[in-house]
């Protein structure tokens, strides 16, 4: 039958996830969580009720796009927390949408047992699988039909390897000699209404034969080497027919339906095995998308789909009719809410709150959607006003890796997006994890450098951004470090990578902030065909080659981004 399971929705930050990105989907998953569990208790006084997505069997589940940085690894470490689930594509997979968890039938089953399970499970598709849950083949009702069809092949059961349980299940019947386990391999089906010298011809070795209460026409089955006889209208064997049934290997069924009855029935005690579909079969992954998979299901005739988990078991099945109801994968967007920011597929899944304090950006919902969007140097800030404004307590591990968001993000409160509200925000939080700001932040930073320990890559990608203006796309990196030296030393490996890529990035320039906490200075590295032109109409100063220095300028967000914007527009 088919279960109810909670319907995951994923609290996820930003491709290329710095502090910030991460430890707010922490936070605000908890947050949502903890609002839902007081509802379901009915101890709603307090709540803000424009925070709820949705109410019933939900669970909000904190996720990432992209790697961790070693600066967030060692947050995390320190305050407990678990690494946010991996989605580097938030698009819809099969495993999001309504499977129906219809078990799998072992190979044996009888026609009859597949197709009241059918009936009971209101499907027309059942799989077949072995002991441990692999995919043999499936069996539809067309197939069934078919059996019926072959009614006329009076040696399909043996053909078909029929089990002498599948009989007695089909039948009704009662074994009074032979082995259940026994399979019928030959022979064919006689059904024993003529006279007892055609009978007696008729017969051969290991044919199945229907009969009646006649004892001449049974011993002549026996004689004849039949493998099994039945005793039809729910007579009895004697013991004389049952003891020269035992000593010439005849299993010997009682049945109360008549031979007409028999004769119908008996082809629905062949197992699925011998027609069910075994090759051509079109199976998906759980973690299939389901904008690869539909094409293929809306071109094929066929109603239903199996569905296999990672390792290749069943799991249930889909139909073309479960594309066309199906929901959406949901998220709730946090620190960004730019489509070219966010995890690759935001496009196919269902935004249902953006929690931000950047610019509005291009990321279109389906429907209206609560939007918390302030002018503050972080969105853990805002998170934390959140759980004030439910009144809800922040415990002391999410309240360090809030605060260690916003040290983070404000480079300790240096860059100029921080805001009063963020400084007192994070020493509020900083008493209740029980942390000093300041050696908590210099561990915090020494961590996130070590860029001598680190790749081309590793260095480039700790935290990158895309952007768009003038129809110029081009990106953004910034790495910061208390260290001037350590930053200066990775400056040629970072051109040479910058050049290496800058083709497969698929923008026409990059931009990267060396950025110096101490001395709040960044210097600027850009590579691209006219990189340079723009960094000095942006900023009126001459540039080197490939670099230049920007005394007090520290934030991407409001020094450097706004200036480049408007170099490429003017």
């Known amino acids: 039958m088919e279960l109810k399971r909670q319907k995951e929705v994923y609290v996820i930050g930003h491709k290329n996830p710095d502090s910030d990105s991460i430890c707010s989907a922490i936070a605000y998953a908890s947050l949502k969580n903890e609002i839902l569990d007081r509802v379901k208790k009915g101890d709603s006084e307090g709540l803000y009720q424009n925070l709820f997505v949705e109410g019933g069997n939900v669970v909000y589940v904190p996720a990432r796009a992209g790697q961790v940085n070693t600066e967030t690894e060692y947050v995390l470490k320190t305050f407990n927390q678990k690494t946010p689930v991996l989605m580097n594509a938030i698009r819809t997979q099969v495993g999001d949408i309504n499977i129906r968890h219809i078990k799998g039938i072992p190979a044996n089953y009888s026609l009859k047992k597949a197709w009241e399970t059918m009936r009971e499970s209101d499907t027309s598709t059942l799989a077949v699988v072995d002991k441990e849950g692999f995919l043999q083949g499936l069996i539809t009702m067309s197939d069934i039909a078919a059996a019926y069809m072959s009614v006329l092949d009076n040696e399909i059961l043996g053909e078909a390897c029929t089990p002498i349980a599948n009989i007695l299940e089909t039948l009704k019947g009662e074994l009074i000699v032979g082995d259940s386990g026994k399979c019928l391999t030959k022979g064919k089906l006689v059904v024993s209404t003529a006279t007892l010298s055609v009978i007696d011809k008729f017969i051969k070795e290991d044919d199945l034969v229907i009969l009646g209460n006649r004892y001449e026409a049974q011993l002549s089955a026996i004689e004849n080497k039949a493998s099994c006889i039945i005793i039809c209208d729910g007579a009895r064997a004697s013991r004389t027919i049952c003891k020269l049934a035992e000593e010439n290997g005849c299993s010997v069924i009682c049945t109360p339906y008549d031979t007409y009855a028999v004769t119908r029935s008996i082809n629905q005690s062949i197992p699925v095995s011998y027609f069910m579909i075994k090759e051509g079969i079109i199976e998906f992954n759980e973690s299939d998308y389901v904008a690869d998979i539909k094409p293929v299901m809306m071109s094929k005739r066929h109603r239903d789909f199996p569905i296999v988990d990672v390792n290749g078991r069943y799991v249930g099945m889909i139909s073309r009719r479960t594309l066309i109801d199906m929901d959406a994968k949901k998220v709730v967007l946090v620190d960004h809410n730019e489509v070219e920011q966010a995890a690759e597929g935001v496009d196919e899944a269902e935004v249902v709150e953006i929690v931000d304090h950047h610019k509005l950006g291009t990321v279109e919902t389906i429907r209206p959607v609560n939007v918390r969007n302030e002018p503050v140097g972080c969105t853990a800030t805002i998170v934390y006003e959140m759980y004030m404004e439910n009144q809800i307590p922040v415990s002391k591990d999410i309240a360090g890796i809030l605060c260690s968001a916003i040290i983070s993000d404000t480079l300790m409160f240096r860059s100029p997006t921080c805001t009063a509200m963020d400084q007192m925000v994070a ?144």
């Open 427 to 570: 020493e509020q939080l900083a008493e209740i994890a029980g942390v000093d700001i300041e050696s908590h932040a210099m561990r915090m930073f020494e961590e996130g450098s070590q860029l001598k320990k680190k790749t081309d890559s590793e260095i480039f990608f700790q935290d990158y951004k895309k952007f768009t203006a003038a129809d110029v796309n081009y990106g953004v990196g910034q790495i910061t470090s208390m260290n001037r030296n350590e930053l200066l030393s990775v400056q040629e490996r970072l051109l040479a990578y910058m050049e290496s890529t800058l083709e497969d990035m698929e923008t026409d320039m990059i931009f990267f902030m060396l950025t110096d906490i101490l001395k709040e200075s960044t210097r600027l590295l850009f590579v691209g065909k006219d990189a340079k032109m723009v960094v000095e109409n942006s900023f009126h100063l001459e540039a080197e080659e490939n670099y230049i220095d920007l005394e007090g300028v520290v934030s991407r967000k409001k020094q450097l981004i706004p200036k480049l914007t408007a170099g490429l527009q003017g």
